[in-house]
């Protein structure tokens, strides 16, 4: 397995990694601010779900446009701003799955050649797809922690799952 298709693997395994990650909670664990961080289960997953929705947007338009611009937006501001609080969290997990699930099957049908395409980003300037995939895989992982982190002080604690491909 080459490095882009284990990439891309870990890219599809999110989903799943997700709904079990934040499943089983009442409404009362979901929109309670509990450390680590400062966002509560709700408005952690509103983050990913949103981020994720951009992803598929900007990894589309690098694959199907010439260089892109990919806008940056404040995600303080929509966590706040689009109520993410008072979003359940198992319609988010079910959004997020479906949505990597469908761009999985988009970037398999890449090109390698299409993973060097770039767009331009308001902010981090030149990136390509591959650059784009990875970026969307470690974000998940950097937000799992807390979101088992948070499990645990709110006396919910899953063992983490992973599911992930051998490299």
Not at 19 to 31: I, M, P, S
Not at 34 to 59: F, N, Q, Y
Request: glycine content about 10%; hydrophobic content about 40%; aromatic content about 8%.
């Amino acid at each position: 397995m080459n490095a882009i298709e284990n990439l891309i693997d870990r890219y599809a395994a999110g989903g799943p990694l997700l709904v079990y990650a934040a499943g089983g909670l009442t409404l009362e664990q979901e929109t309670e601010r509990t450390g680590p961080g400062t966002w509560s289960i709700a408005e952690l997953v509103g983050h990913l779900v949103d981020s994720d929705l951009v992803g598929c947007d900007r990894m589309k338009r690098v694959i199907a446009e010439p260089h892109p611009i990919l806008l940056a937006y404040d995600e303080t501001a929509w966590v706040e701003r689009l109520k993410s609080h008072a979003m359940r969290v198992e319609e988010g997990v079910n959004l997020f799955a479906a949505s990597r699930h469908w761009m999985t099957q988009v970037l398999r049908g890449c090109d390698e050649a299409d993973f060097g395409r770039t767009g331009e980003h308001t902010e981090r300037g030149r990136v390509t797809l591959a650059e784009l995939l990875t970026g969307y895989v470690n974000h998940l992982d950097h937000h799992l922690r807390f979101l088992y982190g948070k499990r645990a002080n709110l006396g919910a604690a899953l063992l983490p799952k992973y599911s992930y491909p051998s490299d």
